[in-house]
T-cell receptor, first 112, second 115 residues
Framework: ETGVTQTPRHLVMGMTNKKSLKCEQHLGHNAMYWYKQSAKKPLELMFVYNFKEQTENNSVPSRFSPECPNSSHLFLHLHTLQPEDSALYLC???????????FGPGTRLTVT | AQTVTQSQPEMSVQEAETVTLSCTYD???????LFWYKQPPSRQMILVIR????KQQNATENRFSVNFQKAAKSFSLKISDSQLGDAAMYFCAYRSAGSNYQLIWGAGTKLIIKP
């Protein structure tokens, strides 16, 4: 596969469930990002990792927990989510944080 | 704090015609980058065009061009000879040239192409 991939593409979970979103980039990039995209709102940057180190955490609730085991993989662990967390979660990568970002297709999350 | 505003939630254009999408931003910085991203339905977000604030010349990529007015803090996207494949959400984004590399995004404009 090429580019940035995300799994699953769709996820429905209850408020008491625990699930994880996965992102993988095949571009040899060093920086990876998690964004939340809600309808009619600007993209919200959640987390940034550069060389596996978290460099940004934009006041994201602790029910979202990122993990970056290596430069190619990024996870977003979810637990006790709220209905307002329903959104499209986008992963992106770039060679370094100032370069163009390449996006994955997103995971459409619905919290019931 | 910087902000990006896209005042047109939705635009429509006849195929083969030209359309302009508006974007304004607010910043006190003099050096920065501006971007237009395209997100087709159920497909990945891709970069359409970028502009460095220090460059006076407007960026161009094939049928896509920008009108960058630094004093007015305006960064519009012009799409010439619109094609059905141009139908998408278009997002304007700003990034400081300094140490804060976070992208600041507009809310997007949905572009509809009429055949």
């Amino acid at each position: 596969e090429t580019g940035v991939t995300q799994t699953p593409r769709h996820l429905v979970m209850g408020m008491t469930n625990k699930k994880s979103l996965k992102c993988e980039q095949h571009l040899g990039h060093n920086a990876m990002y998690w964004y939340k995209q809600s309808a009619k709102k600007p993209l919200e940057l959640m987390f940034v990792y550069n060389f596996k180190e978290q460099t940004e955490n934009n006041s994201v609730p602790s029910r979202f927990s990122p993990e970056c085991p290596n430069s190619s993989h990024l996870f977003l662990h979810l637990h006790t989510l709220q209905p307002e967390d329903s959104a499209l979660y986008l992963c992106a990568s770039s060679q370094d944080p100032v370069d163009e970002q390449y996006f994955g297709p997103g995971t459409r999350l619905t919290v019931t | 704090a910087q902000t990006v505003t896209q005042s047109q939630p939705e635009m429509s254009v006849q195929e083969a015609e030209t359309v302009t999408l508006s974007c304004t931003y607010d910043t006190s910085e003099s050096d920065y980058y501006l971007f237009w991203y395209k997100q087709p339905p159920s497909r990945q977000m891709i970069l359409v065009i970028r502009q460095e604030a220090y460059k006076q010349q407007n960026a161009t990529e094939n049928r896509f061009s920008v009108n960058f007015q630094k004093a007015a803090k305006s960064f519009s996207l012009k799409i010439s000879d619109s094609q059905l494949g141009d139908a998408a959400m278009y997002f304007c984004a700003y990034r400081s040239a300094g140490s804060n590399y976070q992208l600041i995004w507009g809310a997007g404009t949905k572009l509809i192409i009429k055949p």
